[in-house]
T-cell receptor, first 115, second 115 residues
Framework: DQQVKQNSPSLSVQEGRISILNCDYTNSMFDYFLWYKKYPAEGPTFLISISSIKDKNEDGRFTVFLNKSAKHLSLHIVPSQPGDSAVYFCAAEDEGGTSYGKLTFGQGTILTVHP | ETGVTQTPRHLVMGMTNKKSLKCEQHLGHNAMYWYKQSAKKPLELMFVYNFKEQTENNSVPSRFSPECPNSSHLFLHLHTLQPEDSALYLC??????????????FGSGTRLTVV
């Protein structure tokens, strides 16, 4: 049973517009969420994170929103740039004392930003 | 280069072979991880090492044997693998075992093909 789901395998956006990547989770014990970006032939690169005590975290063009009641988070990229084209992974971590480092990942969404 | 180096980048091995994957970080991180990404599947945690001690084995078959001789190096010893073990194997490290100080830093991965 997949606890973190990214239901959109791909997203295509025009340069300058907003990209919205979505992620849903089922485990109510998750209390920390991360977004990673991955280019081909490279490992995932940390983008932004959010703790469950917040509903929004912003870093430059990237903003993550968390809706705990809906068990949903989203990553907004504004404005989108062609260099943002990559696979984006949502990941979650729970607060269990023995679960350090145990990230649960979504399947990823391929973002393509067209010039 | 993210600071986490994995070698080799690509590996083809027969089912009777023994090989090892290597991961090295000089970021001063205290925790290191092995993840597996199979085709069309999310990244899956395999092992967690915190201060050289294994703290997580995510039900990984014994044909995968991790070794962490010091906090900068992590190995994954492989023997009698199956074709379904073909995947991208990613190493990661984090400053603290929760990864909440500065996220997790991933290497570029080893693309393993078992024939």
């Amino acid at each position: 049973d997949q606890q973190v789901k990214q239901n959109s395998p791909s997203l295509s956006v025009q340069e300058g517009r907003i990209s919205i990547l979505n992620c849903d989770y089922t485990n109510s014990m998750f209390d920390y969420f991360l977004w990673y970006k991955k280019y081909p032939a490279e490992g995932p690169t940390f983008l932004i994170s959010i703790s469950s005590i917040k509903d929004k975290n912003e870093d430059g063009r990237f903003t993550v929103f968390l809706n705990k009641s809906a068990k949903h988070l989203s990553l907004h990229i504004v404005p989108s740039q062609p260099g943002d084209s990559a696979v984006y992974f949502c990941a979650a971590e729970d607060e269990g004392g023995t679960s350090y480092g145990k990230l649960t990942f979504g399947q990823g969404t391929i973002l393509t930003v067209h010039p | 280069e993210t600071g986490v180096t994995q070698t080799p980048r690509h590996l083809v091995m027969g089912m009777t072979n023994k090989k090892s994957l290597k991961c090295e970080q000089h970021l001063g991180h205290n925790a290191m991880y092995w993840y597996k990404q199979s085709a069309k599947k999310p990244l899956e945690l395999m092992f967690v090492y915190n201060f050289k001690e294994q703290t997580e084995n995510n039900s990984v078959p014994s044909r995968f044997s991790p070794e962490c001789p010091n906090s900068s190096h992590l190995f994954l010893h492989l023997h009698t693998l199956q074709p379904e073990d073909s995947a991208l194997y990613l190493c990661a490290s984090s400053q603290d075992p929760t990864g909440r100080v500065a996220g997790y830093t991933f290497g570029s991965g080893t693309r393993l093909t078992v024939v």
